[in-house]
């Protein structure tokens, strides 16, 4: 059997399956970040995002970008767990005659983003590769009040996106900022329920909330910010690479948070999981839909 | 220029000279592992190694051992510090066509290692990729008194290694057993001045030791340990994968170490830096050699 029969998400899920973890561990895998008991506060966040030449960047795009991305996309699931970034270690896989410019170029768009969050660069490797390959692993801190995971959405939750959706493709995706600053803004001043970064597209991303809350989600089209960037609504839905924060919190911390300058659209309601998903259009007409976007199979 | 004019060690160093970290990071870019300050008393260990099919496997491997071999590695960087392997993460890199046996057998060696030595596999990446590319980045925890660095090599000390040397590339790379068990022994019954995992070959990382500890060496040829797979002596001195330990104690100490049973062979003294790395062979002659081994560029 081949894993595109089984997609990505089947093999992750066959994977969490047969791997047991001990006491220390709060959340292994199948979140933005594993969760680790640190001490009496606080939790220890770890993630790792591998990024391939020709499938997350290709060879013509400035390596200043490809290293900022790696580091960013990172930062961003540390983000998504309401975390801060704190160590960084980096593995690069790089082709035989790569030049030093190269290397100097991706070190730099790394160092960009660990400076702007206090990121430590510690270590990692260095390995002949056939294509430009990083693999970025964050360590991150989060208070234990502040944890934010992808089961915790209860009926009832207003869901919320920051920022705006679709096209990144055509740019973003080299260039966003990962959303630590308004992640730490929402954790310390509201009680979020549930958190993920939008990676794999709006509709896939909100079925990994359905799905490990055990919830059902109404959408409100017309109020998902679609960005300037995006050639078709749909894109808003199913692109991937937004790295935008998608969270649900309880009717009364919502109405508060709208109540905030901050950047964060409110675009629909958690509701019983025998719902499903449904998008509602501006005539209030309603239409299932499944949960899709990006996957690497 | 080409990276290959720099060198891996050259480029390592370019991207240490250029990265800052904070106070919370004991040693960072430049040892087995990063050494993160954690409570009272003890560190985090940090580690991440990435394996690049044709380079570190080959295509024909049993992917069991492959898998087996992504973990083997980077709990002995752990155990080169002198620490405990706790957590990792894992991040796949595959070809679009992959069977789900290829990724089952590559879980299953992990699980094999991961089991051994009590590691978390708590999350990681799977990503699409055109050569097969796992990355293990793990981190660890050491008592404070237990850290072993590359840099605390003393004129006078004793130098081991545990285990026998050469002929990895024919068997043992992938199926070593990394050195954890010995390495704790070693720390928490004795002073141990400086250590490190021989992964580019005795030579090489004996120069590693002697550029951070400042000192120079002088190696009895005679004393070397042989693995029965290697076919030249030579293999010994400059073949990488061994995964074995190398490390220093003191005359007190070394003496002491001597007196146990443990599978550690007396091979050599730490001399002034001066004096560089000499070898000395049955009949007393010395030659100077130069650190060289395996090297990705």
Redesign the interface.
């Known amino acids: 059997?081949?894993?595109?029969?089984?997609g990505?998400f089947g093999?992750?899920e066959?994977?969490k399956r047969?791997?047991k973890?001990?006491r220390?561990?709060f959340k292994?895998?199948?979140?933005d970040?594993?969760v680790?008991r640190f001490?009496a506060d606080k939790y220890?966040l770890?993630?790792?995002?591998?990024?391939?030449e020709?499938?997350?960047f290709l060879r013509k795009d400035e390596p200043f970008l490809v290293g900022r991305k790696a580091m960013a996309v990172s930062a961003s699931d540390i983000a998504a767990c309401g975390g801060l970034p704190?160590?960084a270690?980096?593995?690069?896989?790089?082709p035989?005659?790569?030049?030093?410019?190269?290397?100097?170029g991706l070190?730099e768009g790394m160092?960009d983003i660990a400076r702007k969050f206090?990121i430590?660069?510690?270590?990692?490797?260095?390995?002949?590769?056939?294509?430009l390959?990083l693999?970025v692993?964050m360590?991150g801190v989060v208070e234990k009040r502040c944890l934010a995971l992808r089961g915790g959405a209860r009926k009832g939750d207003m869901l919320f996106v920051s920022g705006a959706l679709g096209g990144s493709i055509r740019g973003k995706h080299l260039k966003f900022t990962p959303r630590i600053k308004e992640a730490r803004f929402l954790v310390t001043h509201f009680k979020v329920n549930s958190m993920i970064d939008i990676s794999d597209g709006l509709l896939q991303d909100l079925g990994h909330i359905m799905k490990e809350s055990g919830a059902g989600v109404v959408l409100y089209e017309e109020l998902i910010p679609v960005s300037k960037a995006a050639r078709r609504r749909e894109e808003a839905l199913y692109m991937g690479e937004d790295f935008e924060l998608l969270f649900s919190l309880s009717q009364k911390e919502g109405t508060r948070l709208q109540r905030t300058n901050g950047n964060f659209t409110f675009i629909g309601n958690i509701v019983e999981k025998a719902e499903g998903l449904r998008l509602i259009d501006a005539r209030g007409k309603k239409r299932e839909v499944k949960p899709a976007g990006f996957t690497?199979?």
Do not use: P, Q
């Open positions: 059997m081949r894993i595109a029969a089984l990505e093999l992750i066959r994977i047969r791997v973890t001990d220390s561990v292994g895998i199948g979140d970040c594993a680790i001490n220890l770890m993630t790792a995002d591998m990024l391939v020709g499938v997350d704190r160590y270690l980096v593995s690069l896989g790089m035989k005659r790569s030049s030093v410019g190269l290397a100097d070190l160092r206090g430590n660069i510690v270590g990692g490797d260095i390995s002949r590769a056939h294509r390959t693999d692993s360590t690497h199979f």
